[in-house]
């Protein structure tokens, strides 16, 4: 008895016939070998693993084995105390753990990326100590005019310029002449530099290096957001685990799931196409990835780096006091121990090491990138808002300069 599982199993009906490959093929056809028996395949009519449905009996394939319609079943399957009541499970075959796929998480550029080297309060500081340079300045520029006899013109637009002018590196011919006032110039030129500085250094850091947003890296995430709805295989380990919850995030995440499916492997594109996350096992996950690289060349899907299960034992089930199941332990054992079955499932997956990168690590993805429209759109946005101010401010005083000719 099977259910396809890609990468462990792939299964084509030709008429009335199965034709199996992948890993647990070659572990069938081995334990046929060894243990001398020929098999007939069958598939569970729900096409689950199989969960409890009441007064101890299963659905699925564990249901099936628990009735004795079958002998065994391939899998592999998680090994959980519940389905260990009634079905007795071979020697592990390989550890695995569930995590959640999503889309991949791309470069964003950030129309506000010119503010963002300095926090909102960083940038308030910085205005407030501009502020309190030109009232300063222009206090004791004032009086000690008088004092001295000194003849400033325009001392408000003066200050005010110059104040500007030294932030932002500009040169100025124009100094007071007085000692304390040129003790304020001096004081505001070397805080200009430090602010100016750093921040140029930091905005060709965070422009230079691409920015990735995480939305979806744990359960919690999952929950917290709303774009992304999702779904899990029905009637599998995973389904069970967060049926056992009463509270929390786990029971939280079944009461609003979308909705089931049947195999991982074969909604990877509904995933890619950003239509829903998919709560999967590992192997899964590294198949689809391999696949989508395989076909398109980049990476579309990505794998949450907080496990959902953690050392998932994987094995397959027989049914209770079957005499298959000691020698088979044995065959399966060997296999496992000589690294044998391992290679088979790695071999499956040839393509997703690239795509097991975090976002923006992948080739053609370099850590430091040219510079292009879309990390500066939101500074010539300023610019444009700036320079249409400044003809409004013009036709303002164009328009009072006439009526005072006509007045």
């Given at each position: 008895?099977?259910?396809?599982?890609?990468?462990?199993?792939?299964?084509?009906?030709?008429?009335?016939?199965?034709?199996?490959?992948?890993?647990?093929?070659?572990?069938?056809q081995a334990l046929s070998d060894v243990l001398d028996f020929d098999y007939?395949?069958?598939?569970?009519?729900?096409?689950?693993?199989?969960?409890?449905?009441?007064?101890?009996?299963?659905?699925?394939?564990?249901?099936?084995?628990?009735?004795?319609?079958?002998?065994?079943?391939?899998?592999?399957?998680?090994?959980?105390?519940?389905?260990?009541?009634?079905?007795?499970?071979?020697?592990?075959?390989?550890?695995?753990?569930?995590?959640?796929?999503?889309?991949?998480?791309?470069?964003?550029?950030?129309?506000?990326?010119?503010?963002?080297?300095?926090?909102?309060?960083?940038?308030?500081?910085?205005?407030?100590?501009?502020?309190?340079?030109?009232?300063?300045?222009?206090?004791?520029?004032?009086?000690?005019?008088?004092?001295?006899?000194?003849?400033?013109?325009?001392l408000v637009r003066t200050s005010a310029m110059w104040v500007i002018k030294a932030f932002t590196?500009?040169?100025?011919?124009?100094?007071?002449?007085?000692?304390?006032?040129?003790?304020?110039?001096?004081?505001?030129?070397?805080?200009?530099?430090?602010?100016?500085?750093?921040?140029?250094?930091?905005?060709?850091?965070?422009?230079?290096?691409?920015?990735?947003?995480?939305?979806?890296?744990?359960?919690?995430?999952?929950?917290?957001?709303?774009?992304?709805?999702?779904?899990?295989?029905?009637?599998?380990?995973?389904?069970?685990?967060?049926?056992?919850?009463?509270?929390?995030?786990?029971?939280?995440?079944?009461?609003?799931?979308?909705?089931?499916?049947?195999?991982?492997?074969?909604?990877?594109?509904?995933?890619?196409?950003?239509?829903?996350?998919?709560?999967?096992?590992?192997?899964?996950?590294?198949?689809?990835?391999?696949?989508?690289?395989?076909?398109?060349?980049?990476?579309?899907?990505?794998?949450?780096?907080?496990?959902?299960?953690?050392?998932?034992?994987?094995?397959?089930?027989?049914?209770?006091?079957?005499?298959?199941?000691?020698?088979?332990?044995?065959?399966?054992?060997?296999?496992?121990?000589?690294?044998?079955?391992?290679?088979?499932?790695?071999?499956?997956?040839?393509?997703?090491?690239?795509?097991?990168?975090?976002?923006?690590?992948?080739?053609?993805?370099?850590?430091?990138?040219?510079?292009?429209?879309?990390?500066?759109?939101?500074?010539?946005?300023?610019?444009?808002?700036?320079?249409?101010?400044?003809?409004?401010?013009?036709?303002?005083?164009?328009?009072?300069?006439?009526?005072?000719?006509?007045?």
């Amino acid at each position: 008895m099977l259910y396809r599982w890609i990468p462990f199993l792939k299964l084509r009906k030709n008429g009335d016939v199965f034709e199996i490959e992948g890993p647990m093929e070659k572990v069938l056809q081995a334990l046929s070998d060894v243990l001398d028996f020929d098999y007939v395949i069958r598939q569970p009519e729900d096409h689950s693993w199989g969960s409890p449905i009441g007064d101890g009996m299963f659905n699925g394939m564990v249901g099936m084995v628990q009735r004795e319609e079958a002998e065994f079943a391939l899998g592999p399957f998680s090994l959980t105390h519940i389905r260990s009541t009634v079905v007795n499970f071979s020697v592990p075959v390989i550890t695995d753990n569930k995590a959640i796929m999503v889309p991949r998480p791309q470069i964003e550029a950030e129309l506000s990326g010119f503010l963002l080297p300095f926090t909102f309060t960083v940038w308030g500081l910085v205005l407030l100590s501009a502020i309190c340079i030109f009232l300063a300045f222009l206090f004791l520029t004032a009086y000690e005019s008088k004092l001295f006899n000194l003849n400033y013109k325009n001392l408000v637009r003066t200050s005010a310029m110059w104040v500007i002018k030294a932030f932002t590196q500009e040169g100025t011919e124009w100094l007071p002449k007085t000692d304390a006032a040129r003790i304020i110039v001096a004081t505001w030129i070397f805080a200009s530099l430090v602010f100016m500085s750093s921040y140029s250094g930091i905005l060709t850091a965070m422009l230079s290096a691409p920015k990735v947003r995480i939305p979806v890296d744990s359960i919690e995430d999952l929950l917290r957001q709303s774009k992304l709805p999702w779904r899990m295989e029905f009637n599998s380990m995973t389904y069970q685990y967060f049926s056992e919850a009463t509270e929390g995030p786990r029971k939280e995440i079944l009461d609003k799931i979308e909705g089931f499916y049947q195999n991982c492997f074969e909604i990877k594109e509904n995933v890619r196409n950003k239509e829903f996350a998919a709560f999967c096992d590992v192997i899964s996950i590294q198949k689809a990835m391999s696949w989508d690289f395989r076909d398109s060349g980049e990476c579309h899907l990505y794998m949450a780096r907080e496990m959902v299960y953690s050392n998932i034992l994987m094995a397959m089930p027989f049914r209770i006091n079957s005499t298959y199941r000691e020698p088979a332990n044995e065959v399966l054992y060997r296999l496992k121990e000589s690294g044998i079955f391992n290679y088979w499932v790695r071999s499956e997956i040839t393509n997703a090491t690239e795509c097991m990168k975090p976002p923006g690590k992948t080739s053609g993805q370099e850590v430091v990138a040219p510079l292009n429209l879309s990390n500066f759109l939101g500074s010539f946005l300023l610019v444009l808002g700036g320079l249409g101010l400044g003809f409004l401010v013009f036709l303002i005083e164009l328009m009072v300069a006439t009526c005072k000719r006509w007045l």
